[in-house]
């Protein structure tokens, strides 16, 4: 039988009742396998730490996101956004369920193509697209959301020297009740800018106006303001169509829904706040189908759901590298995935597990990651079962932005892999070395040691 190892006693407070002075009392279950395959197997073959997705949950989550949107209105279509995740092997996974892509610059447009989206499946937002970009999106006849007026006239321009009509949607940016309104992105609504602007594409004859684009924010915990954004689209479109008599095809509500991560400082969890998908598409589509449109032209309704739809499907396993005291006594522990890897962290209380069986003994935890700077806290002040150093931990809900938004900072990234619905493994991104980085650079002669 294997050895118990001695856990030192510490003193706590008794609370009667809840919530204590840490909030619930919440249990930190053990994660020690995903999809049937075991975390400490993952990590033995593919080092620590590892992201690891989940392909079963993607499509799982997918479909109920899809069931939830299709089930209440007559024409949906998703655009996998490729800045939350675009790790191909993600990236595709999406697109074989459906999706098109949504892409915000040069390099996310290529990676589509790449991965063989045709481009006619492509939605291109952003307020970074140089005039070639907007040539290439025009011929591949994708849909192209413009962001302002600068946008606009170099489409005009390209419109007048091609025999191809770009097809343009504009971007538009409103008051939702969200404060700080995001009011950097296209063309707002309540000044009058969007609808100037879509009286300049109108006139200009040349340009194909297929649709109104919105995203109002990330992470948006209510309904309510995505009521709001599809009243508003939908009285552009309808004015639109009493103006000029134009139909157009789609209204694009963008993405934004909350993932079940835990806001910093928000005291209840995120499985309890998030609004369901069902809700969101409540609330957008009993606006769009009680709009003034006509019978049976209802638009396509397009969402670019992000966050909500990988989050859970991304996990981050790891091994503790230490533990110590701080200097107030209290108990810290060293992670091997520091905010390096784990961008998200800034903003959210992420829910890390130990990934073995835990005795019920818990004490006040810091924890950090292993970057030499002060600023690598994952989270600050948990009540922890008492990991030490070589236990396996787990990050669960990391599939959003950190693929994306992590840096390569004192320590290298490290391998990604896929779980497949069978149960395989497959490696989808490797780790990198030093070679991987020292092929970028290069140093001049006289400066050869
Ligand atoms: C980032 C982004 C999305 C995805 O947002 P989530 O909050 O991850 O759902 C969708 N559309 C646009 C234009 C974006 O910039």
Redesign the pocket.
Known sequence: MEKKVFERPVIKKLSAGMPAKFGLQVRHEPVTQIDGVPIKTLMEEYGSPLFVYSEKKIRQTYKEACRAFSSRYPNVLFAW?Y??NYLNAVCNVFHQEGAWA?V?SGFEYQKALVNGVSGDQIIF??PDKSKEELELAVQNRSLI?IDHFDELYDLIEIGENSNIKPKVAI?VNMDTGIYPAWDR?GFNYENGEAWDALHRIMHADNLELLGL?T?I????MGTEPYKIAASKLAELAIGLSSKFDHQLQYIDI????ASKNTLKGVYYPGTDTAPSFEDYADAITSVLIKANFRHNKLPLLIL??????IDDAGYLAGTVIATKRLANGQRATILDAGVNLLFTSFWYDHDIRPAKPMSDQTEETAFFGPLCMNIDVIRKNMMYPLLKKGDPYVIQRVG??NNTQWLQFITLRPNVVMIDEKGETHLIRKKETLQTLNKMESVPDHLKI
Do not use: P, Q
């Open positions: 956004s800045k939350t949504e915000v937002n952003g959301h971007r992105f684009h995203h924010g990330t992470y948006i963008g993405g934004g829904f670019e759901t992000g966050r909500a739809l959003a932005y």
